[in-house]
C-alpha cells in the first residue's frame, strides 16, 4: 500500500516552459487536492476533486490546469512556468469529505 | 468563505513547560477540524481530528464553536515535538483549508 505517491521529487523549469506533476493514489480515495506550501503562507490549495471526472478551484489556480479521468490520478499541469510558481507542492487525498488527508512527499519546483 | 487563522508563525518553549498553539477559525457551516504535523523532513502527517476527541502523543484539543477556535494544547513539551504545525478546516464541499502554520521549537 503506497499511499500517495508524487513524482518528481525535484524539478528546475526554465520560464514558459510547461510540465505535469504527477499524483497517484491507491487507497480508493475519492477526494485530492493539490497544495502550494511557500515559507511564511502556509498552504494553498490550487485545485481539488471530489471524483472522478469533477474538479473545482481553490485560492491559488491561475497558472494550472487539472483533470480527473480516473480515482488514481489527478494531476497538476503547470501551462507556462513562470518564477512565482517556485514552491513546494503537495497532492493530498481523503476517504470522504469530512475526512482527514493523506499527504505525498512532495514535488520541489524551481521556475528559473 | 471559509478561513483558518493561526496567529503564531514561531513559537519556542522549553522541555517540560506547557504549550498552546491557537487556531481560529470561521466558517458558516458545520466545520471539521484537524491539526496537521510536519516533522522535519517528512511529509504531512495527520496529528488529530476534533470529531474523535483523542489525545495524541500528549497533545488534545478542543472545538470552541463559541470562540471558533481550536487550540492544540500539551501539558508537558518534549524535544521530539519540534516540528509545524497545521490547522485545517474541511468544508461540507469536501474542501479543505489550511492555516499558514506555526513553527514550534522546544528548547532543552
Known amino acids: 500500500n503506497a499511499g500517495v505517491t508524487q513524482t518528481p521529487k525535484f524539478q528546475v523549469l526554465k520560464t514558459g516552459q510547461s510540465m505535469t506533476l504527477q499524483c497517484a493514489q491507491d487507497?480508493?480515495?475519492?477526494?485530492m487536492s493539490w497544495y502550494r506550501q511557500d515559507p511564511g503562507m502556509g498552504l494553498r490549495l490550487i485545485h481539488y476533486?471530489?471524483?472522478?471526472?469533477?474538479?473545482d478551484q481553490g485560492e491559488v489556480p491561475n497558472g494550472y490546469n487539472v483533470s480527473r479521468s480516473t480515482t488514481e490520478d489527478f494531476p497538476l499541469r503547470l501551462l507556462s512556468a513562470a518564477p512565482s510558481q517556485t514552491s513546494v507542492y503537495f497532492c493530498?487525498?481523503?476517504?470522504?469529505?469530512?475526512?482527514?488527508?493523506?499527504f505525498g512527499s512532495g514535488t520541489r519546483l524551481t521556475v528559473v | 468563505a471559509q478561513r483558518v487563522t493561526q496567529p503564531e508563525k514561531l513559537l519556542s518553549v522549553f522541555k517540560g513547560a506547557p504549550v498552546e498553539l491557537k487556531c481560529n477559525y470561521s466558517?458558516?457551516?458545520?466545520?471539521?477540524l484537524f491539526w496537521y504535523v510536519q516533522y522535519s523532513r517528512q511529509r504531512l502527517q495527520l496529528l488529530l481530528r476534533?470529531?474523535s476527541r483523542e489525545s495524541i502523543k500528549g497533545f488534545t484539543a478542543d472545538l470552541n464553536k463559541g470562540e471558533t477556535s481550536f487550540h492544540l494544547k500539551k501539558p508537558f513539551a518534549q524535544e521530539e515535538d519540534s516540528a509545524m504545525y497545521y490547522c485545517?478546516?474541511?468544508?461540507?464541499?469536501?474542501?479543505?483549508?489550511f492555516g499558514d502554520g506555526t513553527t514550534l521549537t522546544v528548547k532543552p
Open positions: 493530498a487525498s481523503s476517504y470522504s469529505k469530512g475526512g482527514s488527508y493523506t
Open positions: 487507497m480508493n480515495h475519492e477526494y
Open positions: 476533486s471530489v471524483g472522478a471526472g469533477i474538479t
Open positions: 466558517y458558516s457551516g458545520s466545520p471539521e
Open positions: 476534533h470529531i
Open positions: 485545517a478546516l474541511n468544508t461540507n464541499a469536501g474542501k479543505s483549508t
